[in-house]
């Protein structure tokens, strides 16, 4: 009963995860997941200096943004939180803080907009004093035990605030079977997806994403947890042991340039959805070749979708959400 192996109806609660256990060769609106930066201020609406039209939205000004998406098509988002006015602590208290920026924006969000998938990033570094996505040695390496305990503790709080979804991007080892292990004990497995970051590289091309949200480590980098660039093999051992763990869907990320380990995950895990992270920095630097006439913007991001497809993705995280709301009636 209770097996991480028998637990599926997650992975399928919502219309919109039903709809991603069909592997779609064609670009669809419903593929695109757009990330959403939260603030603790409520009013806020703060643009981003590293990710032109992105902003750090707070609670109050965020139903008036989405309204108008939702409307041209857009189904899911996820959180991540960006507290701004709390001090932040060595295990991240803020991340779980009932009040805090994603938990409130959650509830908002089931409430305003019943239909919109919600799912949470779940990682500590936007909530660390020393900006690390786990707690802490004294040595300051990163001691797994105790940080995939608290990254459980923090996902179960999202899913009780109602996320339909949440998603580690801390890559703890072990953490996708405490999370999964911590919603079957609530009661809340059949409704929460898992959605886990399992090749996520060490990248260079997540700098804009650590200024939007505060969250570059204080000292040294995260090399010790991140995948190494040239790491296929990890990447594939993360992947099959992430399904084994009962993780609902598969990430690869970034896109571009890991398009090989993409379809290496569609191999791996044929049976699940497989999402692809966009990510902040292949963002802004699509915004600046666009400016700088070197192609057309929405070519060419039509253009890495279909390639983003042709891998093997299912579901698309990316900052274009919006655009491709209307992109993808033209
Ligand atoms: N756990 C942190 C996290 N979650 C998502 C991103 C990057 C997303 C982006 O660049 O768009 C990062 C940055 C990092 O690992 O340093
Ligand atoms: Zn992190
Ligand atoms: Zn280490």
């Known amino acids: 009963m209770s097996d991480i192996s028998s637990q599926l109806h997650g992975g399928y609660a919502h219309p919109l995860s039903r709809s991603w256990q069909g592997q779609s060769r064609r670009i669809t609106k419903s593929m695109f997941m757009y990330p959403l930066f939260i603030s603790d201020d409520p009013d806020a609406e703060a643009p981003l ?3 032109p039209n992105q902003r750090r939205w707070g609670v109050n000004k965020l139903p008036g943004f989405l309204e108008p ?3 041209k098509g857009l189904s899911s988002v996820i959180l991540f939180g960006v507290p701004e006015r709390k001090p932040k602590d060595e295990i991240g208290t803020l991340a779980d803080d009932p009040e805090g920026p994603v938990i409130s924006a959650v509830k908002t969000l089931r409430e305003k907009f019943p239909d919109l998938y919600v799912a949470c990033d779940v990682c500590l570094c936007e ?7 786990g707690i802490l040695h004294a040595d300051g390496l990163i001691n797994n035990g105790p940080s995939v305990k608290r990254l459980a503790d923090v996902a179960l709080a999202y899913a009780k605030a109602g996320a339909h979804c949440v998603a580690p991007s801390d890559m703890m080892d072990g953490r996708v079977g ?3 292990r911590a919603l079957i004990d609530s009661g809340l497995v059949g409704k929460t997806s898992l959605m886990s970051y399992s090749a996520k590289f060490a990248s260079s091309l997540y700098g804009p994403f650590r200024d939007a949200v505060a969250s570059a480590p204080a000292f040294g980098d ?3 947890y991140q995948l190494p660039q040239n790491a296929r093999g990890l990447a594939r051992r993360a992947i099959v042991r992430d399904v084994g763990e009962g993780a609902d869907i598969i990430m690869v990320k970034p896109g571009s340039i890991y398009l090989d380990i993409l ?3 569609r191999q791996l895990a044929p049976d699940h959805p497989l999402a692809v992270y966009h990510v902040s920095g292949e963002y802004a630097a699509l915004h600046a070749a666009a400016a700088a006439g070197v192609y057309d913007l929405k070519a060419q991001v039509v253009e890495l979708s279909e390639a983003f497809v042709r891998a093997g993705a299912t579901i698309i995280l990316s900052y274009f959400s919006p655009e491709l709301m209307d992109w993808l009636d033209e």
């Open 222 to 224: 995260r090399r010790c």
């Open 69 to 71: 998406l939702i409307k």
């Open 263 to 265: 379809a290496e995950a």
């Open 49 to 51: 200096k590293g990710m």
């Open 178 to 180: 405490a999370i999964k």
């Open 127 to 133: 909530y660390t004093s020393h900006g690390h996505c």
